[in-house]
């Protein structure tokens, strides 16, 4: 005689076998609900990002001009041609790529540099309490709160004339030039994009390291002070060192947009930079739009993408430890 347990085992395994266990249906629809969530998110990437990069790398193998853009679907099969055009350096354009790669390294590094240190001095110096902090933090969060298209104007509106706001406080009022120079022309022109580019990005940098910063424990600084460690010693021996994820992130994230800017060179000069100010993405826009020439502008996109995936994996792979991510 069968026993109780027997039988419910037998019923189980039996709707089981005609599949008509109703927590097993329940769990089978359920499991499409997470991917039901993500599908808004996912259909938006795939349009806005995924597909337009596609098209670009696409774009990148055609002979793509004012001739052919009406009907670019039959747009002639190039294959590396615009690659061998973007990469001469004897030629026009591959002349103007070497140029404006070097420019936008030296450019992304003087920015980084200068947006990370007013950042760590801002967030060590305010990571302490004293009267007027809170209101020290919403100023130095300005900047970062505005749009960034408001800010690059009024920029250009201090910068402009030459006989604007900036050229009269330093020679009507301060005396400390006699004459009074183009910003936007020449080579003070790039002077300018790394102003306006730090202006915008040391906030976001100062926000970082301060949420960083808050979470080493005051116990740490103490115990360093009572064995006599100055405070640069301890700036250098505790404070980097606890917050080197937080680092790694910020100045791949901040190298990758000032590596990537555009906004700031189009609102300063408009569709065509000057020459000491070309940078790289400003250089694709000129060729695509400007100069007609969207299969060279695709290359050099596919360009630069691989050159900011080799540079985020090698920085990544430089400063993390053999076998570590930056979610450890």
């Keep these: 005689m069968p026993t109780p347990a027997t039988v419910t085992e037998t019923v189980t395994t039996d709707r089981h076998r005609r599949g008509k266990?109703?927590?097993?249906?329940?769990?089978?629809?359920?499991?499409?609900?997470?991917?039901?969530?993500?599908?808004?998110?996912?259909?938006?990437?795939?349009?806005?990002?995924?597909?337009?990069?596609?098209?670009?790398?696409?774009?990148?193998?055609?002979?793509?001009?004012q001739l052919s853009i009406a009907n670019w679907v039959q747009a002639p099969?190039?294959?590396?041609?615009?690659?061998?055009?973007a990469l001469n350096p004897s030629g026009p354009i591959g002349?103007?790529?070497?140029?404006?790669?070097?420019?936008?390294?030296?450019?992304?590094?003087?920015?980084?540099?200068?947006?990370?240190?007013?950042?760590?001095?801002a967030a060590v110096l305010l990571n302490s309490k004293f009267r007027g902090n809170g209101a020290l933090r919403t100023l130095f969060l300005v900047p970062y709160a505005l749009p960034g298209f408001v800010t690059t104007i009024a920029w250009a509106f201090i910068f402009n004339q030459r006989d604007g706001m900036l050229n009269r406080l330093l020679v009507?009022?301060?005396?400390?030039l006699q004459d009074r120079p183009f910003w936007l022309l020449g080579g003070n022109s790039l002077i300018v994009v790394i102003v306006v580019t730090v202006w915008q990005f040391w906030p976001f940098a100062f926000l970082m390291l301060l949420a960083a910063l808050q979470s080493i424990p005051d116990e740490v600084y103490e115990a360093a002070a009572l064995d006599g460690a100055s405070l640069w010693k301890q700036f250098t021996t505790i404070t980097l060192p606890m917050i080197k994820h937080a680092n790694v992130v910020l100045l791949l994230m901040i190298s990758l947009w000032?590596?990537?800017?555009?906004?700031?060179?189009?609102?300063?000069?408009?569709?065509t930079s000057p020459e000491e100010a070309t940078l790289i993405s400003p250089l694709i826009y000129q060729q695509s739009f400007n100069n007609w020439n969207f299969g060279v502008g695709g290359a050099l996109s596919v360009m630069l993408l691989v050159v900011l995936l080799v540079a985020s994996a090698f920085y990544i792979r430089l400063v993390m430890p053999k076998g570590q991510t930056i979610d450890d």
């Design 172 to 176: 009507d009022d301060l005396g400390i």
């Design 95 to 121: 002349g103007e790529f070497y140029g404006a790669l070097l420019r936008t390294i030296m450019f992304t590094a003087i920015v980084v540099v200068i947006a990370w240190s007013l950042g760590i001095f």
């Design 21 to 65: 266990s109703p927590a097993g249906g329940r769990r089978r629809r359920l499991d499409l609900f997470p991917y039901a969530l993500i599908a808004p998110a996912g259909i938006m990437e795939l349009l806005i990002h995924i597909i337009p990069m596609l098209l670009g790398v696409y774009i990148a193998f055609l002979s793509l001009n």
């Design 258 to 271: 000032v590596f990537n800017q555009f906004d700031v060179p189009y609102l300063l000069f408009g569709p």
């Design 77 to 85: 099969f190039v294959g590396l041609a615009n690659f061998v055009q």
